[in-house]
């Protein structure tokens, strides 16, 4: 069983989201929290495998909890419109980053793929978030980063920005799912990315559109 803490503090939201993932069979809320304070108190008491935070919270806010903790996988929530703190966020390295009116099936595969170590971007996520955060002034600087991947890396580079697992990329490029993690990794130091949802800015940047 995947060992999850959701701090929100709204105890309806929190209750909606417990309910989806224990719906999966193979997720457990082990703790809640109201605030980020609880949240890091909460994951080192419980030893959780995922966090998923909200990103606006009272006392100690998502993101700053999430730099905080040590151990646990983290994917923020976010209601749509809270510009201000994504591409920080983002930036940061969390493990994934899905918005609060997100279908049920989202919230478990971006909990699923931050415990698989595959940060969860999913088109349509990829859409709305890279779509807040808008351009960036670095594009030379990206596309200069990207010239040094081979051209298979590149083909990866560009499934893994559209928000593509492991598997659905292998699918595509036809090499096994471990082949394609291999090359995951490879390109994320090359590159100088903590995780998937960077590499996904990173090409967003490069080319100027999500």
Same mark, same amino acid.
């Given at each position: 069983?995947?060992? *999850?803490?959701?701090?929100?503090?709204?105890?309806? #939201?929190?209750?909606? &989201?417990?309910?989806?993932?224990?719906?999966?069979? !193979?997720?457990?809320? *082990?703790?809640?929290?109201?605030?980020?304070?609880? /949240? @890091?108190?909460?994951? %080192?008491?419980?030893? +959780?495998?995922?966090?998923?935070?909200?990103?606006?919270?009272?006392?100690?806010?998502?993101?700053?909890?999430?730099?905080?903790? $040590?151990?646990?996988?983290?994917?923020?929530?976010?209601? =749509?419109? !809270?510009?201000?703190?994504? %591409?920080? /966020?983002?930036?940061?390295?969390?493990?994934? =980053?899905?918005?609060?009116?997100?279908?049920?099936?989202?919230? #478990?595969?971006?909990?699923?793929?931050?415990?698989?170590?595959? /940060?969860?971007? $999913?088109?349509?996520?990829? %859409?709305?978030?890279?779509?807040?955060?808008?351009?960036?002034?670095?594009?030379?600087?990206?596309?200069?980063?990207?010239? +040094?991947?081979?051209?298979?890396? $590149?083909?990866?580079?560009?499934?893994?920005?559209?928000?593509?697992?492991?598997?659905? #990329?292998?699918?595509? +490029?036809? @090499?096994?799912?471990?082949? &394609?993690?291999?090359?995951?990794?490879?390109? @994320?130091?090359?590159?100088?990315?903590?995780?998937?949802?960077? *590499?996904?800015?990173?090409?967003?940047? /490069?080319?100027?559109?999500?």
């Amino acid at each position: 069983m995947i060992k *999850v803490l959701i701090a929100d503090d709204e105890p309806l #939201i929190t209750a909606g &989201i417990r309910a989806v993932l224990e719906s999966a069979g !193979d997720l457990e809320v *082990v703790a809640v929290a109201a605030d980020g304070r609880e /949240a @890091l108190d909460a994951a %080192r008491r419980h030893r +959780v495998d995922v966090a998923l935070l909200d990103l606006a919270m009272p006392v100690v806010d998502g993101l700053t909890a999430a730099a905080a903790l $040590s151990g646990p996988r983290v994917v923020l929530l976010t209601a =749509f419109g !809270d510009e201000a703190n994504v %591409r920080r /966020a983002l930036r940061q390295g969390v493990d994934g =980053f899905v918005l609060k009116n997100c279908a049920p099936d989202e919230l #478990i595969r971006a909990v699923r793929a931050a415990h698989a170590g595959e /940060a969860y971007l $999913s088109p349509a996520v990829a %859409r709305q978030v890279l779509g807040m955060v808008g351009g960036h002034p670095g594009r030379e600087d990206a596309a200069r980063r990207l010239a +040094v991947l081979t051209p298979r890396e $590149s083909d990866i580079v560009a499934l893994v920005a559209e928000g593509l697992s492991n598997a659905e #990329i292998g699918e595509r +490029v036809h @090499l096994s799912e471990g082949t &394609i993690k291999t090359y995951v990794s490879r390109v @994320l130091a090359k590159l100088g990315c903590a995780n998937r949802v960077q *590499v996904a800015l990173l090409v967003r940047d /490069a080319t100027g559109h999500g």
